[in-house]
């Protein structure tokens, strides 16, 4: 562990906790995939699906586009 500069205490847990979400953010979401809903998937789903076309789309003819 650092040292701490002379004349400051050392921190407390929840002021560490504090100072790294002010700088790294929640880098967590507050629910996991299994616990949101079905339409939630579906949605994000259907997002994916269609950048998927998009993508498609953007390939040049002379790499082998099909369909």
Not at 1 to 15: A, H, K, L, T, Y
Not at 46 to 60: F, K, S, T
């Amino acid at each position: 562990m650092s040292e701490q500069p002379s004349g400051r205490r050392p921190e407390s847990d929840w002021e560490r906790k504090r100072r790294l979400a002010e700088v790294f953010g929640d880098t967590l979401p507050e629910t996991t995939s299994d616990e949101r809903d079905d339409a939630d998937r579906a949605d994000r789903a259907g997002r994916e699906a269609g950048n998927d076309q998009w993508l498609r789309a953007q390939v040049p003819p002379h790499h082998g586009r099909t369909g």
